[in-house]
């Protein structure tokens, strides 16, 4: 009896299995066709690196996001001063005031309390440019070097924060040593 519930039991996987990763591949290709292949910023071309969902408690879908970097910058560097972007799509609603707290938080998990109160002032100033969203609506950070960083809402940009420290810090929430989710990061980075 035991080998007969056994052998049922293998069956019925085998006929999912390929519905399940027609149904993973299926996903990954919406994911990347959300997005551009690329993105001009100034005189740099930033391809798109690495496509993602951040899953809330691993199966609440918040948000796809998608990394754009240089061609030439390797992960290891992605902190670093150079140029990149990261835009999201929201798959949920949130209002304005969410964004600040989660920034908030998100910054202090991977930077030093120094280096925390030498940001405070523009992390308060960019948690002010933020609007509620609605599923669909896309935010974008762009960070040019010694420009700043660009956050838009639904392609109208809302304003820029200046410097590298700060860049780092803001994207550290995403791919820094600890980020929101480390699936996501790794999604971002292009691990599939």
Known sequence: MNN???RTAAMIASLMLPALLWQTASAAQTEMSDFMPSYQ???????LYGVGVFKYMGFISVYSGALYLPP???TQNV??????RLEVKYLRSFKAEDFGPATIWGIKKNVDP???RRLESR????NTLYEDVSPGDRVALTYVPSKGTKIQINDKTKGIVKGADFAAALFSL???DKPIDSSFKQALLGAR
């Open 4 to 6: 007969a519930i056994l």
């Open 41 to 47: 910023v100034s005189n740099t071309t930033l391809s």
């Open 72 to 74: 030439e910058v390797g």
């Open 79 to 84: 902190l670093e001063d150079i140029p990149k």
């Open 114 to 116: 120094q280096t925390y």
């Open 123 to 126: 992390i308060a100033y960019h």
């Open 174 to 176: 995403w791919l820094g």
